[in-house]
C-alpha cells in the first residue's frame, strides 16, 4: 500500500478529521496531543496557526510512525502546498478548488481534501483530481444539502466542515457523507482552565459518536 492509499484508507477508517485552528502554536501542539491521546488519527493543522509549518514538521516526526495522519489546512496555492509537503504533511486541505495544490499533491502522492459547495464546484473538484471534496461551509445547507448534493453525486467522498457535532454527526452520514470534519468542539474544550484532558475525552466521545453512526 502506498503512503497515499495509507493516508486515505485511515481517513475512510477513522471518519473524521480534526481541524485544529487555533491562535496560539503551542496550545496547538498540546491539543494535538491530547486529541491523540483521545483516539484521533487525522489531524489538520492550518496554516492561519501562527509557526504552523514547524509544528506540522513536529507532529510528523512524532506521530507518523505511529499511524497518525498529520495534514495542512487552508493551503490555497502550489507554493504553499510545496512547503507543507516538505514540512511533513500527508494530507492537503483547501476551503476552495486550487489546482495548483492538487497538482503539486498529486507529484509527491500526497492525499487531498479540497473544498467546494456547489453541485458545480465538487465535480470540478473531483475531475481536478481532489482524493476527497470538503463540503464547506457545510453548516448553512446541513445534512439536508449534503443528502440532496449526493442523490446525483453519490460516487463523491464527501467531507462536510462547519456545524458537525457529537449532537447531530449521525445525520451527516444517514446523508451519505464519506466522513466528517470537527473542530472547536474538541479543540476548545480545555478551555478557560487548560484542562487538556477534557480534549480527549471530547475527542473520544465524537468518535464514539461516529463509529455509532457508521455501524
Not at 496550545?27 to 493543522?45: F, L, S, Y
Amino acid at each position: 500500500m502506498t503512503r497515499k492509499s495509507s493516508v486515505l484508507t485511515t481517513i475512510h477508517e477513522q471518519g473524521a478529521v480534526l481541524i485544529v485552528r487555533l491562535d496560539d502554536a503551542a496550545e496547538a501542539e498540546r491539543v494535538a496531543q491530547a486529541a491523540i491521546d483521545g483516539g484521533v488519527r487525522v489531524i489538520e493543522i492550518t496554516l492561519s496557526i501562527p509557526k504552523a509549518l514547524p509544528l506540522i514538521g513536529r507532529l510528523a516526526d512524532r506521530y507518523t510512525s505511529e499511524g497518525i495522519v498529520v495534514g495542512a489546512g487552508t493551503v490555497l496555492d502550489a507554493a504553499t502546498a510545496a512547503s507543507c509537503i516538505s514540512a511533513g504533511a500527508q494530507l492537503l486541505v483547501s476551503p476552495q478548488l486550487n489546482r495548483g495544490m492538487l497538482e503539486q499533491a498529486s507529484r509527491h502522492q500526497v492525499a487531498t481534501l479540497s473544498g467546494a459547495y456547489t453541485p458545480t464546484e465538487i465535480v470540478d473538484s473531483i475531475e481536478a483530481g481532489a482524493d476527497l471534496v470538503k463540503l464547506f461551509p457545510a453548516e448553512f445547507g446541513g445534512p439536508a444539502y449534503a443528502r440532496t448534493v449526493l442523490a446525483p453525486l453519490s460516487h463523491v467522498p464527501l467531507v462536510p466542515a462547519g456545524g458537525v457535532t457529537e449532537q447531530n454527526v449521525g445525520e451527516w452520514f444517514a446523508a451519505g457523507v464519506a466522513a466528517v470534519g470537527v473542530g472547536s468542539a474538541i479543540t476548545k474544550a480545555a478551555r478557560p482552565d487548560g484542562d487538556y484532558a477534557r480534549v480527549a475525552t471530547a475527542a473520544e466521545r465524537f468518535l464514539s459518536a461516529v463509529a455509532d453512526a457508521r455501524a
